[in-house]
């Protein structure tokens, strides 16, 4: 059974003679392991880190920058391999997850642009001779938590800003589907990353309190769900951390009366089914407002029945199996609990049997109509193919539903209406808003948070948000005096 070790200092290696199963979803089937790394693993992987940092600190931002072009050109190069790692141990499709790795891809290439990035700001007069400026510096040893639905792109989120800006970085990622970390981290290495920068350490939430618990870090970037974003923001809080933590979502997507419906239908298709809805930028609301709803839920069924669900070895799937059993469970009973509270049941994606697959953990689309926002099924991350049709009356009412909801992470409008269109994208209580495009996800380049219980801290993940959270800000403040000798040497020329 092939073991998946830590990286630490360019090294795969591991003390801990503990594992855990790795499975492949598709078929049900474990595939591996991986350490689950003890206190040892954890003091290696600290000492490496600590002492990196006080090298790669005073790297010039330029040959930072040199090494991560580098890193983006051998990644470009090892795509198909990567996407093929993310499927194997998540089961998306082979082309979300390629897609997924390029999202990731773009955060390395904004990086690349770090010298740019970290330039500072100047005022000169502030005072007479007096100038003031002000640079950001790295923060030390910086760790990142992944979750399993996006085993490159997340931590790619993370590491390659925090690198660049002259930390080092620990990541621990998801024990889900761990593999894809190690090979970004060979990767980073092979282009010329000194040892120890970029270190992985694989467990589950005891690594992760030993990672809250040192003093040796300084901050901590955590993304997955939000009872466990709350307890991570509060417990890293405690310990005198710099914390960011991004939380579930439940994402609605309003289709005003005046939108083009069938746009607005591929684009609930692709966003509540797609990668088996275990996006955190997953339509799982879709606010029919108006005569609306007739007319959609007959199309989107109509779309939905046709949607392939395969294993990623299938070129044809569209969709492939949640991550696990119990989480096939969970939504299960979701369903089962929206029947239950009364909601309409117009799809229902249980017992779906893959040939060749029976033990995949396999699901087809769901689709509830009629459900009322006091439903658990509404009120709860379900985190699968399921998406809930609610009703509003009117703009008023459905921009209500969005803002009362807990969770604030992303959400989208379908009209030809720009008045409305404007009044949402200004009065919407969340961090990510769509204009007739279905996943508003920001480019590298701007930064991704939700708002509400979608994110635990001051700063959004990547672009300039990204920046600022892994720097410190220094200000200084200079006289310029005259010379304490005096002479024709030192004479200024008046104009
Ligand atoms: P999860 O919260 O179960 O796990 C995330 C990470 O935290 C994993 O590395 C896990 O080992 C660790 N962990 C789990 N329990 C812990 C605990 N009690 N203490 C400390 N660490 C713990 O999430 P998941 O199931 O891997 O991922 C799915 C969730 O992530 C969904 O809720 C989804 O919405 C969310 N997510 C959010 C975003 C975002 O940007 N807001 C992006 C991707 C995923």
Redesign the pocket.
């Known amino acids: 059974m092939n073991r998946i070790q830590n990286y630490i200092d360019g090294n795969l290696k591991s003390i801990s003679n503990t594992y855990l199963p790795v499975e492949d979803p598709s078929k049900g089937e474990i595939i591996s392991e991986v350490v689950l790394s003890n206190e040892k693993d954890f003091q290696d992987v600290i000492n490496s880190s600590t002492k990196a940092f006080d090298s790669w600190k005073d790297v010039t931002p330029l040959k930072r920058a040199r090494i991560l072009f580098k890193y983006k050109e051998i990644i470009e190069k090892n795509i198909e391999n990567l996407a093929k790692i993310v499927s194997v141990e998540h089961g998306k499709t082979l082309d979300d997850a390629k897609g997924s790795v390029l999202r990731g891809l773009e955060v390395v290439e904004f990086a690349c642009g770090i010298p740019h990035l970290l330039k500072g700001e100047f005022s000169q007069n502030v005072g007479s001779s007096i100038d003031s400026w002000s640079t950001r510096q790295p923060i030390g040893v910086c760790a990142g938590?992944?979750?399993?639905?996006?085993p490159a792109m997340?931590p790619m989120?993370m590491y390659p800003i925090s690198i660049a800006c002259g930390n080092t970085f620990i990541l621990?990622?998801?024990?889900?589907d761990p593999s894809c970390s190690i090979k970004l981290a060979e990767l980073f290495s092979e282009s010329g990353l000194p040892d120890g920068v970029f270190n992985i350490i694989n467990?589950?939430?005891e690594?992760?309190?030993r990672l809250?618990e040192s003093s040796q870090i300084s901050s901590i970037s955590?993304?997955?769900?939000?009872?466990?974003?709350k307890?991570?923001y509060e417990k890293s809080a405690k310990y005198g951390k710099r914390v960011q933590a991004?939380?579930?979502?439940k994402n609605h997507l309003v289709v005003m009366p005046d939108a083009n419906i069938d746009q607005a239908v591929d684009g609930i298709i692709g966003a509540g089914y797609g990668s088996a809805g275990?996006?955190?930028?997953a339509i799982s609301a879709v606010v029919a407002v108006g005569d609306v709803v007739d007319e959609l839920t007959e199309k989107i069924i109509n779309k939905a029945q046709t949607l392939k669900v395969a294993p990623w070895t299938d070129n044809s799937s569209e969709m492939g199996p949640v991550?696990s059993k119990e989480?096939k469970i969970k939504i299960e009973s979701y369903i089962q609990e929206g029947v239950k509270e009364g909601a309409e049941l117009l799809l229902d994606g249980r017992n779906c049997k893959i040939q060749g697959y029976e033990n995949g953990y396999f699901l087809g689309p769901s689709l509830f109509d009629k459900v009322d926002k006091n439903m658990k099924i509404y009120q709860e991350?379900i985190?699968g193919p399921v998406l809930c049709v609610i009703r509003a009356k009117n703009y008023d009412e459905a921009l209500q539903l969005v803002n009362e909801h807990k969770f604030g992470?992303g959400t989208s409008i379908y009209t030809s209406d720009g008045e409305i269109s404007r009044h949402f994208t200004t009065n919407c209580k969340i961090g990510m808003v769509g204009v007739n495009v279905p996943i508003p996800v920001p480019m590298a380049f701007h930064s991704?948070?939700?708002w509400k219980q979608?994110?635990f801290g001051d700063h959004a993940?990547h672009g300039e948000e990204g920046i600022r959270f892994y720097t410190k800000l220094k200000t200084i403040t200079s006289r310029w005096p005259k010379s304490i000798k005096s002479g024709p040497e030192f004479v200024i020329p008046t104009n």
């Open positions: 938590v992944t979750p399993f639905n996006f997340v989120w621990k990622p998801s024990e889900k467990g589950d939430k690594t992760v309190t809250i955590f993304v997955g769900s939000t009872p466990v974003a307890s991570i991004l939380g579930g979502a275990e996006r955190c930028m991550i989480h991350e985190f992470n991704f948070g939700g979608s994110l993940m």
